[in-house]
DNA sequence: GAATATACATACATTGATGCATGATTAAAC
DNA sequence: GTTTAATCATGCATCAATGTATGTATATTC
């Protein structure tokens, strides 16, 4: 079992990308050791040390195969919005936590991020780009709730940085707390009605001043 | 330096819980060793193996110095509440806020809670306590919640319990996001017109069902 | 004040994880 | 077809952290 194909070779790399993925989501980053990634993707530690400097190469590599959900409300928001921007927010941001409820694998990393890792220093990657993707996302849905000032749709009295970090925080406690405990609550469901109430509070007159 | 007083050691007692709690809350849980924590304590291992049986039930006993927020938030409740009980979750969630942020002590256990620990299994008394204590209040504030629907404060086809996940959801995202990157916004100011919104919205006719 | 328990320091034994160095075998390049 | 280089296994050296056992001096108890 030594020198596989080309092909072979990413195939051991997506495994091991998979175990680490599935370990890490379950029992934690630092809990799980490179033994148990290498063990449950079928190979030796030496593996992964051919594919990844580290472990925290090893994470990098994880989180940087998959378009998370925040990457992807901001492509879209590109993409152009003819509509109604406050009902673009709101479509946006319940795709956002439909996407974490039915795909397995933003699913895994989602918890990754909220749960099993530890928020260390700056040079932390998995920090580095969830903290730099969210205010970068903030801007983009900024824009969006002061054309909705501009047309009309919300008192000029709104802040609309206030607006979003609210929205933000509600979304982001929504998933935090699913994954919590998923059995408690339908996050979907529950979440695109609290979703909905945030942004009729919004409209309403002089709520915001 | 031996045998000092009773009081003595509850001193160091005390210092070595101040040494975890600013160690883990700083660098995290698994990042941060027994060494570490007895050489901020001023002492050795040795004190610390003699006061706690390992690093879990140091953590337990870093948990159970402190009352939480939410603790707190329910023992006021409990107090009785002549209230308008939409009043009422209003003051008691910006009061839950408000504590993050000034409360030196509590902002630690916060981050360490949201930040620099790994949740595990459900063995995990920092879970454990997490979860339980957040159930338990999710249930008192559904009955606010209910006595304001009777009251006819809110729609009788408000789902209770769909507001207050919403709610604990505003909140502890607000809390995460602030923690994360605390010079982003002031947490009373936004967090405190996110919950004004919220709960706005909640009141119209027809937001939820 | 003798006996005992307490509050730590010190030292050690053990574990397990990491990273690297080396080896074996074959795919790929020429 | 030979050479080279890639893919992974194996073995080792190291290190850091944990837990515990033991020592010691003093507070506390009687």
């Given at each position: 079992m030594v020198r596989r194909t080309k092909e072979d070779a990413m195939e051991t790399r997506a495994k091991l990308l998979d175990a680490a993925e599935a370990l890490f989501s379950e029992n934690g980053v630092t809990q799980t050791s490179m033994m148990q990634v290498a063990e449950k993707a079928g190979v030796t530690r030496g593996a992964i040390y051919h594919h990844f400097e580290n472990k925290m190469n090893l994470i990098e590599s994880l989180m940087g195969r998959v378009k998370l959900p925040i990457d992807e409300m901001r492509e879209q928001i590109a993409e152009g919005c003819e509509f109604d921007p406050l009902v673009e927010i709101k479509e946006r941001s319940k795709e956002f936590i439909s996407r974490v409820q039915n795909d397995s694998q933003v699913r895994s990393l989602a918890s990754i991020l909220l749960h099993k890792c530890e928020y260390i220093d700056e040079v932390n990657p998995i920090k580095l780009r969830h903290v730099s993707g969210r205010n970068e996302c903030i801007c983009d849905i900024e824009k969006l709730f002061q054309s909705a000032v501009e047309k009309g749709d919300?008192?000029?009295?709104?802040?609309a940085r206030i607006a979003v970090i609210g929205l933000f925080s509600l979304v982001d406690g929504l998933i935090y707390n699913w994954l919590l405990a998923?059995?408690?609550?339908p996050l979907v469901e529950y979440g695109n009605q609290a979703i909905d109430s945030y942004i009729n509070g919004l409209t309403r007159e002089g709520s915001l001043f």
């Open positions: 919300l008192s000029s009295t709104l802040n998923p059995e408690y609550f």
